[in-house]
């Protein structure tokens, strides 16, 4: 990765991700890490987080992140060690599909407490010790999927539209505290997940005629766009939307 970017304002920040242990919360996690950044990380999967924490020096607490009680006696165990965060990723989530007829009252809730609950709670949890540092950064992990009008799970587009509603209304709030809260807006992720479940060549096909560009998204592209927002070079961004996905809307 040495053709990209390094951000003299990351190195020593303290950095938390949720869901760093796969997927594009892994890339993020190693991104922050390659910045000199005092990274931490929440997940529930032991196994793939001791091999992120193996590989990147990263601190990390398990946890289910729908237990809001345990997240938050996660994130006060990491800051303990890695000092008060200046930078949030609210990255975790599951784009489980699920045919609208399905769904129950239960599911829905279900699928809320996965998808966009916890954003909340962890920029809470977070919020005070950047007030008190004098600023910060937060980013949340949006989909692109309700933006292309995709189907096959109501729910997870529901709270991923929510997240936007999220990150302008909590722009406003920590503002005054130098706090910035923005969107990162993935399209179709190469992640191994996706690969495995998803990413059929009829799939891959009918997709990559709706992107702009041609190639397939690596996942460290979305970490580039996180780390960016991270550090001082984006001082003045806030309450936006910073998309990556090939022109695919």
């Not at 609210?90 to 916890?118: C, F, G, I, S």
């Not at 004098?134 to 995709?150: R, T």
């Amino acid at each position: 990765m040495s053709h990209f970017a390094t951000y003299p304002s990351l190195k020593g920040a303290s950095v938390l991700v949720t869901g760093g242990a796969s997927g594009i919360g892994r890339i993020t996690v190693e991104a922050f890490a390659a910045q000199g950044a005092k990274v931490a990380f929440l997940d529930r999967d032991a196994k793939n987080a001791a091999i992120v924490s193996e590989a990147t020096g990263a601190a990390h607490a398990l946890c289910d992140l729908r237990d809001i009680p345990q997240m938050q006696a996660a994130v006060a165990t990491l800051q303990d060690q890695v000092g008060p965060f200046s930078v949030l990723a609210n990255n975790a989530a599951r784009d489980d599909r699920h045919d609208w007829k399905d769904v129950t009252p239960e599911y829905w809730d279900e699928r809320m407490n996965t998808n966009l609950r916890h954003m909340f709670f962890a920029i809470q949890a977070v919020a005070p010790g950047m007030i008190k540092a004098g600023g910060g950064s937060i980013i949340n992990l949006g989909s692109n999927s309700w933006w292309e009008a995709g189907g096959g799970f109501p729910a997870y587009a529901t709270a991923k539209a929510a997240v936007h509603g999220l990150t302008r209304t909590m722009a406003r709030d920590l503002g005054d505290h130098r706090i910035r809260v923005n969107t990162v807006v993935p399209g179709w992720i190469m992640t191994d997940r996706q690969k495995e479940l998803w990413a059929t060549p009829e799939a891959l096909e009918a997709h990559a005629a709706r992107q702009c560009l041609p190639d397939l998204i690596d996942p460290v592209y979305v970490a580039r766009m996180v780390v960016f927002l991270a550090s001082d070079d984006a001082a003045m961004c806030t309450a936006s939307n910073f998309m990556v996905e090939a022109g695919s809307i």
